[in-house]
């Protein structure tokens, strides 16, 4: 890395204060998201009259820039500076999400023009989340690196688990349509730390190849790189398992044990929970323990609990035991988010670093396509129980690819990459 590439010497994250200017920008932002999760299929139904299918159309409209421009945007996030995209991403985002309740005011919003802004979040969203794994490094020590995901992964969890009850809170004085209103301030913030930073952020290496070039070179690194291929063949796994589990969760806990929508809300803010504890005390694990064997670890603790949960039964054991699990899984799947950007960080230059990142969360992104047909495929021929079966095996099958790769093998993140 060229030394004006190069972070500021460390002094780690508590006096950095770029980091914390970013940080309380993005908390901000992380909040207002989880509302919108909830507030755009809300103004769907209760403004538009949609239907299960008509929201089914709106999250695959909103999730197609995964699949479809995570590569090609990651190319333009090499060839950029990060912070102009960032900005860009998120002033987008903003004008975006404000449009909902302004249309919606003079009865101009329609499905179709719903889902046409969705897709054009989800583009924006693909951007930002491609600059801000590129960009982090650029004003993060290369050894606070683990520390500063696993506070960005604390925020993420933390709004995770308040968000759809400040959603709740709000739509009660609020209109859905003017909780998004709301989204497109947090997004503002976020546009106004990142305005505040004020490690100068250098251009990038110019490059000889073309776009395409650069296209091949990021997936061939990754596909190269045998902690990185193992990486992202168990997140593909493990967003396949997701996918089908919590359709099937919703559907099992409600029908067959019986809980209702209070029941269930506590069951999985209790579970959430678990992802805040993970992803708080990954940092700390991992300075005290080998990262790869953390992370084998963890991937047995988000995957095998998964198949307890079809067996239980008894309906006030059964909220006590499935909330039990629920923490154990998110816990596991928390640290193995944030040891797995760490490690991108780490093994990867940051030249490559946006293609690398594109590439991975076009292929684990396509695993939660795939979930959705299969949950369809399988929901004619099988019931709910039999579906959490299905999901537990993908889960425990997602542990095949870092057992037998270098990954156990990784001592500790390094300047210099992941030590063996």
């Not at 099992?252 to 209070?262: C, E, P, S």
Request: charged share 10%; aromatic share 8%.
């Amino acid at each position: 890395m060229p030394p004006e590439a190069r972070p500021s010497p460390r002094r780690g994250l508590r006096r950095n204060r770029d980091f914390h200017v970013f940080w309380a920008g993005e908390t901000v932002s992380l909040f207002g998201a989880e509302v919108s999760l909830l507030a755009l299929p809300i103004t769907a139904l209760v403004v538009l009259g949609a239907d299960a299918a008509d929201l089914g159309l709106l999250r695959f409209a909103e999730y197609l820039p995964f699949l479809v421009l995570a590569l090609p945007l990651g190319v333009l996030v090499d060839r950029s500076r990060r912070r102009p995209l960032l900005i860009t991403a998120n002033a987008a985002r903003a004008l975006l999400i404000g449009a909902v309740p302004v249309l919606a005011a003079f009865g101009c919003l329609t499905l179709s023009r719903l889902a046409i802004l969705a897709t054009g979040i989800g583009t924006f969203t693909v951007l930002f989340d491609l600059c801000l794994v590129a960009y982090l490094p650029r004003f993060v020590a290369p050894e606070d690196l683990l520390s500063a995901n696993g506070r960005v992964s604390v925020s993420q969890a933390a709004a995770e688990i308040a968000g759809p009850g400040l959603f709740g809170l709000l739509v009660q004085r609020l209109s859905a349509p003017l909780c998004l209103a709301l989204n497109a301030g947090s997004y503002l913030v976020s546009v106004l730390s990142l305005l505040l930073i004020k490690r100068p952020e250098p251009g990038p290496v110019p490059g000889a190849g073309t776009p395409w070039r650069d296209f091949r070179d990021g997936l061939r690194f990754l596909v190269r790189s045998p902690p990185l291929r193992a990486v992202t063949m168990a997140g593909a796994l493990c967003n396949l398992a997701y996918t089908v589990f919590q359709t099937a969760f919703l559907v099992y806990v409600n029908r067959v044990l019986g809980f209702g929508a209070g029941a269930i809300g506590m069951v999985l803010a209790t579970g959430a929970a678990g992802g805040l504890a993970g992803a708080a005390g990954a940092a700390w694990l991992a300075r005290r323990l080998p990262v790869g064997v953390m992370y084998l670890a963890a991937m047995v603790a988000g995957g095998v609990p998964a198949l307890l949960i079809p067996a239980v039964s008894g309906r006030q054991v059964s909220l006590l035991l499935i909330s039990v699990l629920l923490v154990v899984i998110n816990g596991g799947l928390a640290v193995c988010n944030v040891l797995t950007a760490t490690l991108r960080q780490t093994v990867t230059p940051n030249g490559l670093l946006g293609r690398v990142v594109a590439g991975y969360r076009a292929l684990v992104f396509g695993g939660i396509a795939l979930g959705g047909l299969v949950t369809s495929w399988l929901g004619g021929l099988a019931d709910a129980r039999a579906l959490l079966w299905v999901a537990g095996l993908l889960f425990v099958s997602a542990v095949a690819p870092i057992m037998f790769s270098p990954v156990p093998r990784i001592r500790r993140f390094a300047q210099e990459g992941a030590s063996l």
